[in-house]
């Protein structure tokens, strides 16, 4: 029967590209054998509870044979009917070109630009690990099995996250690795020698060796790797891309494009296959009902058992903490000039005394960025340990970052210099494509963090991050605003947070500021009539002392720590925050972008170049930001 089973799968995969006209049938082909053992024997999951959070969990990294996963979804009786099959990469359809987010239909992350499903799938094993822990592995105990490609394993992404999870010993690892040898433009040995098997050996990997078609291998293969829990496990399948196809298969051909009538005719007479290729044998459906079964069974288990562990009043309170969404503690006020990663870490620290699940780190930056939960380090010997230390790894940081989020009510932060995040973006847009809670907290936001230079001095960073749908872009300018920021991005279920904050000093501002008010975006710190100065962090202070410089003229204040909320503002609202004289923005960054979010200005003070490398102060001077220069270019407008 199994060779009936494959054979569907691959049929109904090439058929859904062909009706498509597009897509990628190479992959589904080559590894059919390897899903079908992977849903048939091990994967527990149930179509009952899709989301159950002690399910195995299933990374297709190699997300461009997105047709593998949704035939083994629908033959496993997820809610994935036919149509939807038929509907393959069209409009609104569940199936679409790549696998998109769903943990209710049985997709575990979003993957398509490669690499990305590889570091997701090493954050859901490190969250498994620091849960199992916390909560008993009676409660959290399963694996992360995922398919990986060539192409995966070229991106410098899935190696700075292999190196990891291989230092953590990240041991419920099972990835396989697609073997084929073939990427979009033709053979890989053209552009990688690498022996995969002794690369990812050196990381601390356990690898093996298999045909990816000897169902015997495949089977063998998980149950060994499965008993080796003290390092992840990546198993190398070789495959024949496009098999079965008459003149495709073994060729890049097969890899991107359908097959086409000719060679569709020739494939299926390879399989013998006769009738309607979107009609298929009960039996292959049935095939899977006694794994579902069996996983049903365990997920009642598995309630029955956390019910139990419920009557337990010190378990209760762990597990209500764990499941709030609720975060609560108490302003910060600031009374002296402090860094904004400086009292950003302050409030960072109250938020982790309260909340045990929290978790996140630095790329090698924690001395500088000051975010720090707790005092204990994750590592392979200290499962509990909250602080992650990722090296300089940023971009499989914020993928690992995405992959706890992605595993359950765990919240996560990666932090490092807003210059970096460009080393991030992939991962970021990612966040906000699914929808995730992710974190990103970053610091040394402008030209003032002075003498690292233009190098390090970012400029186009936020506007930039701005652009990204979805995406939350904070940056605080006092106390009340950073407590304020630090309750909207770890409370929120809306979506990424990326917040943004000073190396240097800033000077106390006053302001009763309500969170309501806050997560409207923007606010007015200062009345006037005469002109509006809208800025943001470290710039509202600056903005403040330009107002009593102009002391003949009456300037209001707008602090915008979320430019990104006025998008859709009410057109009062604005207004009010607008004023009826001329407006001006301070953001020590470009220009470009202001008036998308607040209408027509009348001038802007930004950073439209590179910086420089010098002492902040004189940095200000030379680029005409300091309040003296801004004061009397106003004034000159005024006048």
Same mark, same amino acid.
């Given at each position: ?88 990469? !069209? ?29 997701? %799938? ?98 063998? &293969? ?137 978790? %996140? ?6 001395? &500088?960025?000051? !975010? ?18 990722? %090296? ?6 914020? %993928?690992?970052? *995405? ?33 995730? *809670? ?38 605080? &300018? ?162």
């Amino acid at each position: 029967m199994f060779n009936e089973v494959t054979k569907s799968i691959r049929v109904l995969c090439a058929s859904a590209v062909e009706k498509a006209n597009s897509g990628h049938p190479g992959m589904p082909l080559g590894m059919a054998e390897v899903g079908t053992v992977l849903f048939k024997e091990f994967l527990n999951v149930t179509p009952e509870k899709p989301d159950w959070i002690n399910r195995d969990r299933f990374v297709l990294s190699a997300g461009h044979g997105s047709m593998l996963l949704y035939s083994l979804l629908h033959f496993n009786g997820f809610d994935l009917t036919m149509e939807d099959v038929k509907k393959f990469r !069209q409009l609104n359809s569940k199936t679409p070109g790549h696998p998109e987010y769903s943990s209710k239909e049985g997709i575990d992350t979003t993957t398509g630009p490669l690499g990305q499903g590889f570091a997701n %799938g090493v954050g859901m094993a490190l969250a498994e690990r620091y849960l199992s822990e916390k909560l008993g592995e009676d409660v959290i105990n399963h694996h992360v099995y995922g398919i990986v490609s060539d192409g995966d394993l070229m991106e410098g992404v899935s190696t700075e996250a292999a190196e990891l999870a291989g230092t953590w010993g990240l041991g419920k690892i099972i990835y396989f690795f697609d073997n084929n040898n073939i990427s979009i433009d033709g053979f890989v040995e053209k552009v990688s020698i690498t022996n995969q098997k002794s690369k990812f050996e050196s990381m601390g990997w356990h690898v093996l060796e298999i045909d990816a078609h000897n169902y015997d291998q495949i089977i063998s &293969s998980i149950t060994e790797a499965q008993s080796n829990l003290s390092k992840p496990s990546l198993i190398v399948a070789t495959s024949e891309i496009g098999k079965y196809a008459p003149t495709k298969a073994n060729t890049a051909s097969s890899h991107g494009e359908p097959l086409g009538e000719k060679e569709m005719e020739g494939f299926l007479d390879n399989l013998g296959w006769v009738g309607d290729v979107f009609e298929h044998p009960k039996e292959v459906y049935e095939y899977f009902s006694e794994k579902r079964a069996q996983s049903s069974n365990d997920f009642y288990e598995w309630s029955n058992n956390l019910e139990t562990r419920l009557s337990d009043k010190k378990f209760k309170s762990l597990w209500e903490d764990f499941t709030s969404k609720d975060i609560s503690f108490e302003d910060l006020e600031l009374k002296e000039p402090k860094a904004s990663r400086v009292s950003g870490g302050e409030v960072l620290s109250k938020i982790a005394e309260n909340n045990e699940f929290i978790l %996140g780190g630095s790329a090698d930056l924690a001395a &500088s960025t000051k !975010q720090l939960v707790g005092k204990e380090y994750f590592a392979k010997d200290n499962a509990l340990g909250r602080n992650i230390e990722y %090296g300089v790894r940023e971009h499989a940081m914020a %993928g690992i970052t *995405n992959g706890i989020v992605l595993h359950s009510n765990l919240k996560a932060f990666a932090s490092t210099f807003l210059v970096f995040s460009d080393y991030m973006r992939p991962s970021i847009r990612l966040s906000a494509l699914m929808g995730i *809670n992710s974190v990103f907290i970053f610091t040394h936001d402008s030209l003032l963090l002075g003498e690292d230079g233009p190098t390090h001095q970012p400029v186009e960073h936020l506007m930039s991050l701005r652009l990204i749908p979805n995406l939350d872009v904070i940056r605080p &300018s006092n106390g009340s605003e950073i407590s304020c920021a630090y309750r909207y991005a770890f409370s929120s279920n809306k979506g990424p947070t990326a917040i943004v904050l000073s190396r240097q000093d800033l000077d106390p501002v006053n302001s009763n500021l309500t969170q309501e008010e806050f997560n409207k975006g923007a606010y007015i710190v200062k009345e006037g009539s005469d002109a509006s100065i809208f800025a943001s962090g470290s710039e509202v202070s600056t903005a403040l002392k330009i107002a009593d410089e102009l002391n003949e003229f009456s300037i209001q204040v707008v602090s915008t720590p979320i430019l990104n909320k006025l998008i859709d503002i009410d057109n009062e609202t604005l207004e009010e925050l607008r004023g009826q004289g001329r407006v001006f923005t301070l953001e020590i960054a470009t220009s470009v972008g202001w008036a998308n979010y607040i209408g027509e200005i009348d001038g802007s003070f930004s950073l439209d170049s590179f910086g420089s490398s010098a002492p902040k102060d004189d940095l200000e001077n030379y680029f005409k930001l300091d309040t003296k220069a801004i004061s009397e270019s106003i004034r000159k407008k005024l006048n």
